[in-house]
């Protein structure tokens, strides 16, 4: 094959051209870069080239006549110095950061990594077995045909995202043919999508589906990195979602006409994006790709020892997302997901990373200005997991105007309302509406509060409201790990029980739970199963379970919640109230009317004393904000009946949680008794 012209620095990654394919790569502190060509098998390395160009840290070069489907890696040649922050190896193949196809499987060999094992400061143990014939290729792909009209968003209060993971929404899904199951094919296929459509959610938040590798600890123990939060190719869909798990040419076209599919349903797409950590983990990891290619450019190195690596994400390295060619991969990577692959938006997993400069989290780091003006992106929703676990890595309400963001403050603080008496009526208020102390300022918006109760980290609803602490030994860690705080109840048994009364009060905490979370002001979020009443048998961290506990058991589905949850999200999109875009008040308006209107059982105005007594747990409240009209919303969660003194007028109520199945009745007595552990949604009658 004909030898390198200079090519051109941008794009990055393997572009194809008329006369060619334009190869460029970051490493700003490489002394040069080679070009690796395979045979199509993988296994042979017919061809090495010298990246002849060298443009403000970009290697680059033109390999003429050179087409889609052409085999290749690369070897970063420099430095191998960990002190220094350095760790070039050129006898290890390296991964494209920008490929678009990965070729081969990955086995955990000790080839992979760039020092000999046991010396993992690489003082002595610096490996030059190559390890060509076995280290994952990238593939030259030829762009995809352009996306059929993409649907405008959805107005943003009438979001309901529904978070899901691929292979285990469908792997059990009556309807969906056997060969479907587990894939994108079988989350387009009309079985699924009628579930999600009855249900009425609109958003679907999709864990991620970027190309990850399962840990060598979990690889041992014979477990699978399930959730798939280990990413090694940004650019490319995880073939092991697919109905084609070796081809991920085949998996890049099923994801996308997943995508379109769903569109056509109605349905935005959004995906979980991992750009804090990568796959290479830790001062311990391999070397598979950016690790090889520039460590010192990829990675956030400690400042009192460069062998070592920032650890803010738990996982061993730090994406350094404040270097600007770490933010031209990022947005360059959220673009072509936009672009070509049609998704609708994006939830970033440990979301601090992406602000964090040299004096710690800015949302005015370079990352959000960038993203800010991108037209591209402009109108791709962006949800944050606002903390990791690095030093000042809880930001929470911190994110820039647009930005959505879990809130962790809503989840524990309705938990511990409704399950464990650890939050009084004024901390249920404030997270019911939107979370004012954490979002209302600047320009941000009360839908700003992604308001959940459960989420795939975690219990389940059903877990929730059945085990009082976590069992994860499944997990081979000695049920270590996962969350300790999860402020649930057993209701008297751990786990299962065939206890009538246990299993009614479950029942009744679960619905007030699920319509607590649809009918706060903010935007809502279901974890899918839950309305099904899935469980996980207490394991709350089932990270690596790719089997039937971590998959949606459909054949045990609770169809009466379903229907509940689908009538709680009817209610949310009837009723404006609800749902709000702007900031509620409970000060007197021009009119004479309150947008918000707090009461106690006994129909007074709420005091401070009222606010914060923990004998009492149950609570009023009107919202009426102007234009819309007005909801009646009855907390009590209490294990009694309470009797409520209902305001002036008359009102329908059209939902009791603790009965769902009731019609609505109108309500001409001022004084009703409101049902133990229960949600009342109260219409003004006609």
Known sequence: ???????????????????????????????????????????????????????????????????????????????????????????????????????????????????????????HGFDSRDNGELALKSRVVAPLPPLDARPDPRPAADVVLYELHVK?????????????????????????????????????????????????????LGLANYWGYNTIGFFCPDPRLSTTPGDSGAARREFRAMVERLHAAGLEVVIDVVFNHTAEGNENGPTLSMRGLD????????????????????????????????????LDCLRYWVEAMGVDGFRFDLAPVLGRTTHGFDPQAPFFSALAQDPLLARARLIAEPWDVGYGGYQLGRFPGRWLEWNDRFRDGIRQFWLTRGADRA????????????????????????????????????????????????????????????????????????DARINTERGRLARALLATALFA??????????????????????????????????????????AYVARLAALRRELPALRQSRWLSDALRADGGRDVDWRDPAGQPMTVA???????????????????????????????????????????????????????????????????????????AA
């Open 1 to 123: 094959m004909s030898k390198l012209s200079t090519g051109l620095p941008y794009p990055l990654g393997a572009t194809l051209r008329p006369d060619g394919v334009n190869f460029a790569v970051a490493s700003e502190h490489a002394q040069f870069v080679e070009l690796c060509l395979f045979d199509e098998p993988g296994r042979t390395e017919i061809a090495r080239h010298r990246l002849p160009g060298f443009t403000d840290g970009v290697w680059h070069g033109l390999l003429p006549g050179a087409q889609a489907g052409l085999l290749y890696g690369l070897r970063a040649h420099g430095p191998y110095a960990p002190q220094a922050g350095h760790r070039f190896n050129p006898h290890k193949l390296l991964l494209d950061p920008y490929a678009r196809e990965i070729v081969g499987r990955f086995d955990w060999r000790d080839e992979h990594f760039g020092f000999r094992r046991g010396h993992a400061d690489g003082s």
């Open 168 to 220: 285990g929404f469908t792997r059990q899904r009556p309807g969906v043919p056997e060969a479907l199951r587990g894939t994108y094919a079988g989350l387009a296929h009309a079985a699924a999508i009628d579930h999600l459509l009855t249900l009425g959610v609109t958003t679907l938040s999709l864990l991620p589906v970027h190309y990850a590798l399962t840990e060598e600890r979990l690889a041992k």
């Open 295 to 330: 460590n010192a450019l990829w990675y956030r190195l400690a400042h009192e020892d460069r062998s070592q690596y920032e650890n803010s994400t738990g996982c061993g390295n730090t994406v350094n997302v404040h270097h600007p060619r770490v933010t031209q991969f990022v």
């Open 427 to 498: 901390e249920f208020a404030r997270r019911l509406l939107a979370s004012s102390d954490r979002f209302h300022h600047g320009t941000r918006a009360p839908l700003a509060s992604v308001n959940h109760v459960v989420a795939h980290d975690g219990f389940t609803l059903r877990d929730l409201v059945s085990y009082r602490s976590k069992h994860n030994e499944a997990n081979g860690e000695a049920n270590n790990d996962g969350h300790n705080a999860n402020y649930s109840v057993n209701c008297g048994v751990e786990g299962p029980s065939d």
């Open 521 to 562: 002001q903010g935007t809502p979020m279901l974890a899918a199963g839950d309305e099904l009443g899935r469980s996980q048998q207490g394991n709350n961290n089932a990270y690596c379970q790719d089997n039937p506990l971590a998959w949606i058991d459909w054949q045990a589905a609770d169809a009466s919640l379903a």
């Open 610 to 684: 009222s606010w914060h007594d923990t004998d009492s747990r149950c609570l009023m409240v009107t919202i009426a904000p102007d234009g819309a009209e007005a909801v009646l919303l009855i907390f009590n969660a209490e294990p009694r009946d309470r009797a409520c003194l209902l305001p002036a007028g008359h009102w329908r109520c059209v939902l009791d949680s603790s009965a769902p199945e009731a019609a609505g009745q109108v309500l001409a007595q001022a004084t009703i008794d409101v049902p133990a552990q229960s949600v009342l949604l109260l219409r003004p």
